[in-house]
């Protein structure tokens, strides 16, 4: 079994920074691909970014790109996603997954494990 937590989402305003952290539990962390995604009112989940088990290869949506990144500190069982310049369309609530796959390069990666979400919202 896994557990995906996410904290750091909260109230900023447009052109400000968050840093979202997602720590997990109950499995070979280092070993697996993670996910970010998130899910504003009225609209379906969307892909943001992931990073594959290593830490190695990285990859964005093309709303994300530029403006936020994805890391992962193995020790720390943690997965960060760092958001700057953010905008009023960036509001939604944001989660982590975890790769189904035992280090896997087959992107786009398929999850199998999520977490309750953490609140984005961005103000104008």
């Known amino acids: 079994q896994v557990q995906l937590v996410e904290s750091g989402g909260g109230l900023v305003q447009a052109g400000g920074s968050l840093r979202l952290s997602c720590a997990a539990s109950g499995r070979t962390f280092s070993n697996y691909a993670m996910g970010w995604f998130r899910q504003a009112p009225g609209k379906e989940r969307e892909f943001v970014a992931a990073i594959n088990w290593s830490g190695g290869n990285t990859y964005y949506a093309d709303a994300a790109k530029g403006r936020f990144f994805i890391s992962r500190d193995n020790a720390k069982l943690t997965v960060y996603l760092q958001m700057n310049s953010l905008k009023p369309e960036d509001t939604a609530a944001y989660y982590c997954?975890?790769?189904?796959?035992?280090?896997?390069?087959?992107?786009?990666?398929?999850?199998?494990?999520w977490g309750q979400g953490t609140q984005v919202t961005v103000s104008s």
């Open positions: 997954a975890t790769d189904r796959t035992y280090r896997s390069e087959s992107y786009p990666f398929r999850y199998d494990y």
